[in-house]
């Protein structure tokens, strides 16, 4: 027999599935794609080639990120790390065979090549794009000393309608190598981050809560959850609001450990981990990476958190 606790919480997932605030509208432009639900902005995803004075030249991430009630969220160009931006995803290793070819965290002798940007059909109310994006470096020609791409990349940026308190976001990351022996991997140390990661403006209030309850950041990698929420008065001193970060369970590895930080940095979902040793990168089958964000007022509590990442896990 179903609690009635449980079935509270079923009646108000399928309340807010059905609540939607207006239509989701996409604009692709040469430079960013924007999407939209009535007046309300809900993200960019970068396209053209972006820098600061000609250096950290970046694309294929998302920026703006907007929180529900149309404040700019996630962080481009901070002080303290030039190199992050908004929400993005990228390795420290880049290798073929033995050869090191560029640094894609840091934006060192990388780039990447959006080649086409289309929408996706959705058989629901949700607005999709599919990307297709070629890794490049300068370390890597072919024999007339042209840059060839050595991965390709098919990201899908999803955007569910907003519901009372929250809004799902889903991105999916499809990586195929292009040249036999490649790897990817986090940072050579023994923090090894890298993979999907935000970064999003923080406050002195700010709080982390897990599945397993609230989460002091350290130095160190935390130990894996299947989902990290990060709420505070991030926007204003007013009013809280939060992002949480679902990983999908066939994600490889899952659940990977978690990389938090209180201030002046990015929140990571590792991948892979240990991320000091790089893994192989299949030039046969993508590897595929898949995450949720869940944009919403207040703090974890005030969102069905968990049953929207019971509903996510079966997709």
């Known amino acids: 027999m179903i609690s009635r606790k449980r079935l509270n919480a079923i009646a108000v997932i399928c309340f807010f599935s059905q609540m ?13 794609t924007y999407f939209t639900e009535g007046k309300d902005s809900i993200l960019s995803y970068q396209i053209a080639p972006k820098s600061i004075n000609g250096k950290y030249s970046r694309s294929n991430y998302i920026h703006p990120l907007y929180t ?52 996706k059909k959705q058989k629901d109310n949700s607005k999709a794009i599919q990307a ?88 160190l990698p935390i130990p894996a959850s299947e989902w990290m929420d990060i709420s505070g008065s991030l926007i204003n001193k007013e009013q809280k609001t939060g992002m949480t970060i679902l990983c999908n369970p066939k994600n490889p590895g899952f659940p990977n450990p978690w990389i938090l930080r209180a201030k002046k940095s990015m929140q990571n979902a590792v991948f892979p981990y240990p991320g000091a040793k790089a893994i192989p990168l299949s030039n046969k089958k993508p590897l595929v990476l898949s995450y949720r964000l869940v944009i919403h007022d207040g703090d974890a509590n ?10 996510y896990a079966k997709n």
């Open 132 to 219: 297709k994006v070629l890794w490049k470096s300068p370390l890597w020609k072919d024999k007339r000393g042209i840059e060839k791409a050595f991965v390709k990349e098919t990201t899908t940026i999803k955007v569910h309608p907003k519901q009372q308190k929250y809004r799902c976001i889903d991105i999916e990351i499809a990586l195929l190598a292009l040249e036999p022996n490649m790897k990817i991997g986090g940072s050579e140390d023994e923090k090894g981050y890298g993979g999907f990661s935000p970064r999003i403006k923080l406050s002195d209030d700010v709080l982390f809560t897990s599945s397993n309850g609230k989460i002091t950041p350290t130095n």
């Open 20 to 32: 939607s605030f207006g239509q989701i509208n996409i604009k692709i432009e040469a430079d960013k």
């Open 302 to 311: 005030e969102i069905p958190i968990k049953e929207i990442y019971k509903d």
């Open 68 to 119: 529900l009630d149309g404040a700019v969220l996630t962080e481009d160009f901070p002080a303290d790390h030039l190199h992050h931006r908004g929400i993005f995803w990228s390795w420290h290793q880049l290798y073929i065979d033995d050869k090191r070819i560029g640094d894609a965290w840091e934006i060192e002798n990388f780039k990447w090549e959006v080649t086409s940007v289309k929408e």
